[in-house]
């Protein structure tokens, strides 16, 4: 080194201390480099993970998701990523063609339970894993298009039940009370569609007697849905049935209380004397005839009581406290009855 023109000789440990320096210097450098470059890939990291691992907060479970046939997976995707099942479509694309390609996507019902991540996800629709299992259902007879709908919305969320009652409720009477199987999210007009068929089929193994019976269908629907509500046997519905029949043939009232447990949704037992007042034309007490429509969904037994009524001298009828059914010729024997057994 030199100094004013005096050459300088730096220690040995000097030496060595200023390359030390020189080298720490470049490694300076070299990590003032490295540490963005780092940061960066762990934010994407970081990034990445919450959007496979994390599933979508926004996504309402349970979820039936829907995947058309020869849909491209990047339609999918985007799709997918609009109904909040994953929260990036794109991530989701990379990882089913990392997976297989898009092409193995297995169209169907997707059934969510609850929310997953992009890779569960990902994972079932390049399966084909629809995780859908039919729902045993049984509907009561004497249900009514409400009661039905309330029961599938229970069974088999998620259910379209404002869906499927805009299709049942015409159809009152023509639903037939049975077991079925159904999946989560079913379309509503196959579940309608699945009871009314059922309902035909039963209709076509008596359909003779139906024919003897010389009366339109949907009168004896109707009044097979009355014997539901007033009668618990096969017998008192075929007597009450004849009773009905006489009661239209002479003009009569049908003064019968279950229509107001139809339109009043209330039970037969809460009814008050300004229930029977109502205006409307489900009153029997007010309006000859049947009421408008059937007021539940009958079984196939009260629709052959209707078909097949007995022929009795009987005229009035009413159900003790104990549900027992006593009969009379006339409406002074009914009035007796009435105060003997009410």
Same mark, same amino acid.
């Not at 339609?75 to 297989?100: E, P, S, Y």
């Not at 209330?266 to 109502?278: E, G, Y």
């Not at 007490?285 to 408008?292: D, M, Q, S, T």
């Given at each position: ?38 940061? +960066? ?88 894993? +629809? ?32 869906? +499927? ?33 059922? $309902? ?59 229509? +107001? ?20 034309? $489900? ?32 005229? $009035? ?26």
């Amino acid at each position: 080194m030199n100094f004013f023109g005096t050459k300088l000789t730096l220690h040995p440990r000097l030496r060595r201390t200023a390359g030390v320096c020189r080298a720490v210097c470049y490694d300076c450098r070299a990590f003032e480099r490295i540490v963005p470059a780092a940061f +960066f890939a762990a934010a994407l990291l970081a990034l990445s993970a919450y959007l496979l691992v994390l599933p979508p907060n926004a996504m309402a479970t349970p979820s039936v998701i829907r995947v058309e046939n020869d849909q491209p997976l990047g339609k999918i995707a985007r799709d997918l990523q609009a109904q909040n099942v994953v929260r990036n479509a794109f991530l989701f694309d990379v990882i089913v063609r990392a997976l297989g390609g898009g092409s193995r996507i297995q169209a169907g019902a997707y059934f969510f339970p609850v929310r997953e991540n992009t890779l569960t996800v990902a994972l079932r629709l390049e399966s084909g894993d +629809f995780e859908l299992k039919p729902v045993r259902v049984t509907i009561a007879e004497g249900a009514t298009a409400q009661d039905i709908g309330d029961l599938l919305s229970a069974k088999l969320q998620p259910f379209d039940e404002s869906g +499927f009652l805009a299709l049942a409720k015409p159809r009152e009477g023509y639903l037939y009370p049975d077991t079925y199987f159904f999946y989560p999210g079913q379309d509503p007009a196959s579940v309608e569609g699945a009871l009314e068929n059922n $309902y035909n089929k039963h209709m076509a193994l008596i359909a003779p007697q139906i024919s003897a019976a010389n009366k339109p269908v949907p009168d004896i629907l109707t009044a097979a849905s009355i014997l539901v509500g007033e009668a618990r046997t096969d017998e008192d519905r075929r007597i009450v049935a004849g009773i009905i029949w006489k009661r239209l043939r002479l003009g009569m009232p049908l003064q019968v209380d279950a229509p +107001f447990g139809y339109v009043l949704d209330k039970s037969l037992t809460k009814l008050t004397p300004a229930d029977l007042q109502i205006d409307s034309p $489900y009153n029997t007490y007010k309006n000859k005839g049947l009421p408008p429509t059937p007021i539940n969904n009958p079984s196939i037994e009260a629709i052959l009581a209707a078909a097949e009524p007995l022929k009795t001298p009987y005229l $009035y009828y009413l159900s003790d406290r104990n549900g027992v059914m006593h009969y009379s010729a006339t409406y002074a024997q009914h009035l007796l009855k009435i105060q003997q057994y009410l």
